[in-house]
C-alpha cells in the first residue's frame, strides 16, 4: 500500500500513531506490542497506558492517542539500553529493524548536536517511555497496515523556545533541525509559532519517507486524521493518505514503465549486499536479486538486478554507484504484466492476521497470510508459527476463496 502524510500542523509521534489507528489499527494490537517488549524484571506495566480517543480539531473530526507514562525517577536510557528493552522483545524483524533504525537516526542526530558519540547519548525526553511508545508503535503500526512505501510533503517549522531536559533551547528543536538537514528534508514556514515537528517525529518521517518528499500519484482509497494535543487556530492534525500506485499495473493489465538496472560485481565484500538491497528497497525498488556470475580473469562475481518504475530509476542509479564499488551499469525499459492486490484481516484464534488478496479482473483468486504478523503472532503465544499461517489461510479461504455452496453448507 502506498501512503502520504500530510503534516499542515506539522508531526509527533502521538499524530502518527493517531492516523495509524484511524486508519485500521487496532488499539489492542498497539497495547499488546508494548507489553510483550524486553521490560526489566521489576518494570511497572502498570505505569504506562494507551488509549485512542475520538476527537475534534476546529471542524475536523480525528483520532488522537493519548499515551500516559508515569515512570518513577525517569531513567536515562542509552542506545545500548534501547537496543536491549528491543532485541529481547517479540517484535516481527522488520518491526524490530525500522524500530532500532529509527533510534540510531535520533543517537546520531543528538551525538552531532552535542559533540558526542552516539553510544553515550543519553536518551532524555526520546529515552522516556511515552517516545519509546510511539516509535515501536508507528513501526509495528505502519508493517501491520501494509504501508510499503510512505510520501511526505515540505514539514511546517514555527519559531519560539522549548524547555528540555538541557534547559530552554530555541525552535526548531536542535536535535529536529539536524534530523531534517540529515535528510536533506523540505522544510517551510509553519502557519503559527511553536514547536510543530518534534524529535520523535522527525526521526519517524525521516526514516521512512527515505527522499520520498514529493506528493505521490495515486488511486485514493481512504484518509486517515491524527490529533494533536494542542489546540491552535487551525485544525491541529496530520492526515495520512492511503492508496494505489497509479504507476502499478492492474489486474493483468500491461506495466511499460518499469527500468531494470543490472551490474556485474567481482571486487565487493558479500556482507554488504543486504545492506545495499534494504536501501534499495527503501527508495522504491520493486525487486532486487543477485545472480552468480563467472567474470573476467575466471573470477567468481555477481549480477546485482533492480527492477524499479521508471521513475525512481536515477535515485537508484546514483544509489548504486555510491553503495557499490560498480563504475557503472545497464538499464533496459521492460514491462511488466501483474494481478491487482488488496490487504484485508481475519480474525484467527491467535489474534487478527493481516491477508493479502490476489484479484484478476475483479475476482479474488489468492489470498496470503503475511508472515511477519504470523511470526509475531507466534511469539505471543508460544506456538509454532506454522499454526498460526494455517489457521489464517483456512480463514481466508472461507471467507475470500471458498465456492458459495461450500459457505452456505459451513453456516
Known amino acids: 500500500m502506498l501512503a502520504y502524510l500530510d503534516t499542515p500542523s506539522g508531526i509527533s509521534g502521538d499524530m502518527f500513531l493517531g492516523c495509524l489507528v484511524d486508519a485500521g489499527w487496532p488499539i489492542e494490537a498497539l497495547r499488546e506490542t508494548i507489553h510483550h517488549l524486553n521490560w526489566p524484571a521489576d518494570f511497572d506495566h502498570a505505569s504506562w497506558s494507551v488509549a485512542a480517543l475520538p476527537v475534534m480539531k476546529g471542524p475536523l473530526r480525528a483520532t488522537q492517542v493519548l499515551v500516559q507514562a508515569s515512570e ?48 553515550k ?60 538537514a540529515q535528510a536533506q528534508a523540505p522544510i517551510k514556514a509553519a502557519p503559527g509559532p511553536g514547536e510543530l515537528v518534534t524529535p520523535t517525529g522527525a526521526a519517524l518521517v525521516t526514516h521512512f519517507v527515505a527522499g520520498r518528499w514529493r506528493q505521490p500519484e495515486m488511486r485514493l482509497q481512504r484518509v486517515a486524521l491524527g490529533g494533536g494535543q494542542k489546540d491552535f487556530a487551525w485544525p491541529n492534525v496530520a492526515r495520512l493518505w492511503l492508496g494505489e500506485d497509479m504507476h502499478a499495473p492492474r489486474e493483468g493489465s500491461h506495466a511499460a514503465r518499469m527500468s531494470l538496472l543490472e551490474s556485474n560485481i567481482d571486487d565487493m565484500n558479500p556482507e554488504f549486499y543486504a545492506a545495499v538491497a534494504e536501501r534499495l528497497f527503501a527508495h522504491g525498488a520493486r525487486d532486487v536479486w543477485l545472480t552468480p556470475l563467472q567474470m573476467k580473469k575466471n573470477r567468481p562475481g555477481v549480477m546485482l538486478s533492480v527492477l ?64 511477519d504478523a504470523c511470526q509475531a503472532a507466534a511469539l505471543h503465544h508460544d506456538v509454532a508459527t506454522r499454526l498460526v499461517y494455517e489457521a489464517a489461510s483456512a480463514l481466508a479461504w472461507q471467507r475470500f476463496l471458498a465456492p458459495p455452496a461450500t459457505k452456505e453448507q459451513e453456516t
Open 72 to 119: 518513577v525517577g525517569q531513567p536515562h536510557r542509552h542506545l545500548s539500553d534501547i537496543r536491549t528493552l528491543l532485541e529481547g522483545s517479540q517484535l516481527a524483524e522488520p518491526v524490530l529493524q525500522d524500530t532500532i533504525a529509527v533510534f540510531e537516526r535520533l543517537a546520531q542526530a543528538e551525538g552531532t548536536v552535542h559533540g558526542q558519540p552516539p553510544e
Open 121 to 180: 547519548i543519553h536518551f532524555h525526553e526520546v529515552g522516556a517511555l511515552d517516545s519509546i511508545i510511539d516509535i515501536v508503535g508507528v513501526c509495528a503500526g505502519i508493517h501491520a497496515l501494509g504501508i510499503t512505501k510512505l510520501h511526505a510533503g515540505a514539514l511546517p517549522l514555527g519559531p519560539g523556545f522549548t524547555q528540555s531536559q538541557h534547559g530552554q533551547l530555541p525552535l526548531p528543536a536542535p536535535a529536529t533541525l539536524e534530523l531534517l
Open 308 to 371: 524499479a518504475m521508471q521513475e525512481d530509476e536515477t535515485d537508484l542509479a546514483r544509489l548504486l554507484l555510491s553503495e557499490t564499488t560498480t563504475l557503472g551499469m545497464r538499464v533496459y525499459h521492460v514491462g511488466r504484466y501483474e494481478a491487482a492486490r488488496r490487504m484485508e484481516q481475519v480474525d484467527s484464534p491467535y489474534g487478527p492476521i493481516p491477508v493479502k488478496l490476489k484479484l484478476l479482473d475483479g475476482v479474488i483468486i489468492g489470498a496470503v497470510p503475511e508472515y
